[in-house]
């Protein structure tokens, strides 16, 4: 049972580029997330889904897209990077009906040139 | 619009000693509130919780206080120890909604020895 996991650890864009962050879990979770931390600013909501097919937008939406195509995977996608996006993000999932603990992963590193 | 204030930003303790953050909310609607623990190069990991139902939750050295009508809750940390320094966030959600929790920003807990 590996948990919540992320792909991948670290990654280095440069302004423009574009690039797909995996969130996979295996706990059959029904709701997983997308949060970015920054220094200072502790962990913000970028997007969710609760459920397989279902999006929302978070606090800090722009900039992302998201898709979850598969139950135990929620992808994060950045169509075109800004240093503003140089982040830690997190994915987090929860069981849903009536548990909603939440569960995160290791992290993305993400910097953005 | 900072909806969970967090306080101290950081925190030395001697060995020991009682560590306490506090955590302040707005939104009387909250009826969940999750206290994490993060480790540097880790994902938080989620220590302990309370409902508002009642005014006191103890695992082993943590224990949260929730004081509904002046709406914050603190964490305590019993018996400080080294492996407890780390960084801590507060954070409240909806729980029948599931959706995003809205984080503290975070306390950096250092305990010497």
């Known amino acids: 049972n590996a948990g919540v996991t992320q792909t991948p650890k670290f990654r280095v864009l440069k302004t423009g580029q574009s690039m797909t962050l995996l969130c996979a879990q295996d706990?059959?979770?029904?709701?997983m997330y997308w949060y970015r931390q920054d220094p200072g600013m502790g962990l913000r909501l970028i997007h969710y889904?609760?459920?397989?097919?279902?999006?929302a937008k978070g606090e800090v939406p722009d900039g992302y897209n998201v898709s979850r195509l598969k139950k135990q995977n929620f992808l994060l996608g950045l169509e075109s990077a800004a240093p503003s996006q140089t982040s830690v993000y997190f994915c987090?999932?929860?069981?849903?009906?009536?548990?909603?603990?939440?569960?995160f992963g290791p992290g993305t590193r993400l910097t953005v040139t | 619009q900072q909806q969970v204030k967090q306080s101290p930003q950081s925190l030395i303790v001697q060995k020991g000693g009682i560590s306490i953050i506090n955590c302040a909310y707005e939104?009387?609607?909250?009826?969940?509130f999750p206290w994490y623990q993060q480790f540097p190069g880790k994902g938080p990991a989620l220590l302990i919780a309370?409902?508002?139902?009642?005014s006191e939750k103890k695992e082993g050295r943590f224990t949260i206080s929730f004081n509904k009508s002046a709406k914050q809750f603190s964490l305590h940390i019993m018996d400080s120890q080294p492996g407890d320094s780390a960084t801590y966030f507060c954070?409240?959600?909806?729980?029948?909604?599931?959706?995003?929790?809205?984080f503290g920003k975070g306390t950096t807990l250092s305990v010497s020895s």
């Open positions: 987090a999932s929860s069981y849903g009906a009536g548990r909603y603990e939440q569960y």
């Open positions: 706990m059959n979770h029904e709701y």
């Open positions: 889904s609760v459920g397989e097919g279902t999006t």
């Open positions: 939104n009387t609607a909250f009826d969940y």
């Open positions: 309370i409902r508002p139902d009642v």
């Open positions: 954070a409240a959600s909806i729980w029948q909604a599931g959706t995003a929790l809205i």
